[in-house]
C-alpha cells in the first residue's frame, strides 16, 4: 500500500490526465478518492468540470489590508485598475482560444466551445469585502486537454500503472505511450503564455498600491 502511496504521490498533472482518459470512469473516480483519503493532492483539473486558475494578493498583515481599506479613493483606484486588467486579460484569452481552436460542431458533440467557457473572476477580501484579494480565469477542462494535447488513444510520454479494485496491476495502453501532444493532438500552450505576458502590469498595478503587496503565483500555470 505504502507503494501505492508514493507511485500516486508522484503522478503529474499531464499522467493524472493520461490516466483519466486511459481507465474506466468509477475506476479512475476511486482512484482519486484513494489518492484524497491518502492526503495525496489531485489537480483540480481532472476533478471537477471546469478549471479555475487565480492569482492571489499577498500582504504582510490583516491590520495592514485594514489601514488600506481607510483610504477610500485609493482602494477604488486598485480595484478599477484589477477589474480592467481582468478584463483585458479574458478578453485574449478567448481570442487565443479562437484562433487555435475554431469551433466545430460535428467534433465538438455539443461541447461548449472553450473560448465561450472562459470567464475571469475578481474576489475581493472576506473580511472587509472593500479590496481585490485574487483575479482568477475558470474555464472547460478541455482546456487543460488541448494545452497537453491528451485525449483518448494519446496517453503521456512514459504511461502509467495503477490497482484496480481487485488489486491487479493495470498499465496504460502501450499503443497510446508518446503519443500525447503528437499526430491531430499537438500541444498547445493556449493559456500560460498570456498571463506571463500580462502580469508585469499586474505587479506594477499591485506595487503603486501597496509596496508591500506582492503576487501569489502558486497554481496559475499549467504544467508545460
Known amino acids: 500500500m505504502e507503494n501505492d502511496r508514493v507511485s500516486l504521490e508522484d503522478l503529474t ?3 493524472w490526465l ?5 481507465m474506466e470512469p468509477r ?3 476511486r482512484l482519486v478518492e484513494r489518492a484524497r483519503n491518502a492526503g495525496i493532492d489531485v489537480p483540480a483539473c481532472v476533478g471537477v468540470k471546469n478549471y479555475a486558475p487565480k492569482i492571489k ?16 479613493e485609493a482602494v477604488k483606484t486598485f480595484n478599477r485598475r484589477c477589474e480592467n486588467w481582468s478584463i483585458f486579460v479574458t478578453a485574449e484569452l478567448r481570442s487565443q482560444a479562437r484562433m487555435f481552436f475554431p469551433h466545430n460542431p460535428k467534433r465538438s458533440k455539443g461541447a461548449t466551445p472553450l473560448s465561450e467557457s472562459i470567464n475571469g ?14 483575479l482568477g480565469f475558470s474555464f472547460a477542462r478541455h482546456g487543460v486537454m488541448l494545452h497537453y494535447g491528451a ?3 494519446h496517453g503521456g510520454h512514459i504511461g502509467s500503472k495503477w490497482r484496480d479494485r481487485f488489486g491487479n496491476i ?17 500541444a498547445v500552450h493556449w493559456f500560460n503564455p498570456v498571463l506571463r505576458k500580462h502580469l508585469p502590469t499586474l505587479a506594477d498595478i499591485a506595487a503603486e498600491y501597496c509596496m508591500d503587496m506582492s503576487l501569489n503565483l502558486a497554481g496559475l500555470f499549467l504544467e508545460e
Open 121 to 134: 473572476n475578481v474576489r475581493y477580501d472576506k473580511k472587509y469585502k472593500v479590496e481585490v484579494r485574487s
Open 18 to 22: 493520461e490516466l483519466r482518459y486511459q
Open 57 to 72: 494578493f499577498s500582504t504582510l498583515s490583516e491590520t495592514a489590508r485594514y489601514v488600506r481599506s481607510q483610504d477610500i
Open 27 to 29: 475506476n479512475f473516480k
Open 151 to 153: 485525449s483518448s488513444g
Open 13 to 15: 498533472q499531464g499522467q
Open 170 to 186: 493495470r498499465t496504460t495502453n502501450p499503443a497510446s505511450f508518446g503519443k500525447m501532444g503528437q499526430g491531430n493532438r499537438k
